[in-house]
């Protein structure tokens, strides 16, 4: 029997606190719609908690981060959130990162730190246990918290000081095989934002304090965005990678990487409007959100760590190296920019909370309960994820309230419809209803 009841929930126990007004501290509409639809709250400035809707969201998101980096070959384990100052004194970036890195000092009065990235941490781990060439290529990531003190923390969970990342990173003995890595992430990057209904645009990006001479920002084009893009209009409307990708194909795999980098896409920090060569009516001129950013950065890491391997003929090489991330926590906001209305949020299928929301129009009517328990039960034990707005109240704030939330189906009983036999089945994103039997609902939604 599947014990997990987590997936079928009904609204009179569940703790979602919608509000109706407007919260005045949020400036643009991921972070109010975040904060009306019950799914985060603030703790302090630029760090918050996930209520459980919102926590629902964010686990989705990050199980397809997780699935496509599998897919792509990435080996996922888990590193700390405080690391010792002591490596990245190392790595000599224990100064560059200045006042964005949150310092503490432990009992013993060790200098320890709250990462903001891991790049030290991982080197030293495969410094220490890996020596030959034939345990490469590896690429190890995790999905972890990080803290970066922001100097202007805003715009929710979008910049937040405590954030969620995915960060993989990839170590190869020669720069072929580095780029091979990195062009395995850039694929496996298209496919996951392209599973939660984004259309992610690859640009050559500023490599900053994480350093390499290679890198791309993912960025999403929404006005609220922080970052200034440049990119040619054939973006637009290339198509988002569903197909099979076989990541056995370096071939092919770089073939695709050169199809999606042929046209000019650069983010402010590197767009020089006298050598862009795109025509005034081609070119895009908008505003990103960053979603991911890929780095390859050779030796940097592995020389100033000693993470060093004996190569096929005998001799000792430094790693070649790149990293690879994904705002988890940023993408949740970032879906909401991309997707919603007047009405609130309209979440992809593939992110939402639940897949349908049920309201009971009639709370203690017989058969509206009736009607609505049993769709509940049916539903519960198929795995459909239902939310059942089971609360005595006014039909209108039910259908004000699941609007906000913006599950993709909502499944309306009311006695009027019931006396014909019939449900509503209201399609979020597109606002169709429909008069079905609840047979039909249900097998509707099974599917
Ligand atoms: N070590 C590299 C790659 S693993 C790295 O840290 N890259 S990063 O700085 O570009 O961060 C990776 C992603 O984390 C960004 O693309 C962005 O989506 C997200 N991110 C960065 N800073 C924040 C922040 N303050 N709040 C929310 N998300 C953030």
Request: net charge negative.
């Amino acid at each position: 029997m599947n014990r997990d009841n987590s997936n079928a929930v009904r609204r009179s126990q569940y703790f979602l606190p919608t509000l109706k007004e407007t919260p005045a501290e949020a400036q643009i509409v991921s972070h109010r719609l975040m904060l009306r639809a019950g799914m985060v709250r603030q703790a302090s400035a630029g760090i918050y908690s996930w209520l459980p809707l919102g926590f629902r969201v964010l686990k989705k998101i990050e199980q397809i981060v997780r699935e496509e980096q599998n897919l792509a070959g990435a080996q996922e384990f888990l590193m700390p959130t405080i690391q010792s100052a002591d490596l990245w004194k190392q790595s000599g970036r224990y100064d560059d990162y200045g006042k964005e890195m949150l310092r503490i000092t432990d009992r013993h009065a060790r200098e320890m730190l709250y990462g903001p990235t891991n790049e030290e941490l991982i080197t030293e781990i495969f410094a220490n246990d890996v020596r030959s060439y034939r345990d490469l290529p590896k690429n190890l990531y995790h999905i972890q918290w990080k803290f970066r003190d922001e100097v202007r923390p805003r715009f929710g969970v979008m910049r937040g000081r405590e954030f969620y990342m995915k960060d993989a990173y990839s170590f190869d003995l020669d720069a072929s095989a580095g780029r091979v890595a990195y062009n395995k992430m850039f694929i496996a990057y298209l496919r996951t934002f392209a599973r939660m209904g984004l259309q992610a645009i690859p640009m050559r990006a500023d490599t900053g304090p994480i350093g390499g001479d290679q890198s791309h920002e993912f960025l999403i084009l929404a006005d609220t965005g922080e970052s200034e893009v440049f990119c040619h209009r054939a973006y637009l409307d290339m198509d988002v990678m569903t197909a099979d990708v076989d990541f056995a194909d370096d071939q092919g795999l770089a073939a695709m990487v050169d199809r999606w980098t042929e046209h000019y896409a650069m983010t402010d920090e590197m767009h020089d409007p006298a050598k862009c060569p795109v025509a005034k009516d081609d070119l895009v001129e908008a505003r990103g959100i960053e979603v991911g950013h890929i780095f390859f950065f050779g030796t940097k890491y592995s020389e100033a760590l000693g993470a060093r391997v004996v190569g096929p003929q005998g001799e000792d090489t430094a790693v070649q190296m790149g990293s690879y991330g994904i705002g988890v926590s940023r993408l949740t906001g970032a879906i909401i920019e991309a997707s919603h209305d007047e009405n609130g949020i309209i979440w992809p299928a593939g992110v939402a909370p639940f897949q349908v929301g049920l309201i009971n129009l009639r709370q203690g009517d017989e058969a509206c309960d009736a009607a609505c328990n049993g769709m509940f039960d049916t539903m519960r034990a198929a795995g459909t994820e239902v939310l059942y707005d089971d609360r005595d109240g006014r039909a209108g704030v039910k259908f004000a309230d699941m609007e906000l939330i913006g599950l993709p189906w909502q499944l309306i009983v009311g006695p009027r419809g019931l006396k014909n036999g019939v449900v509503e089945l209201k399609n979020r994103a597109s606002g169709e209803r429909e008069e079905v039997s609840a047979e039909a609902a249900l097998s509707r939604l099974a599917g």
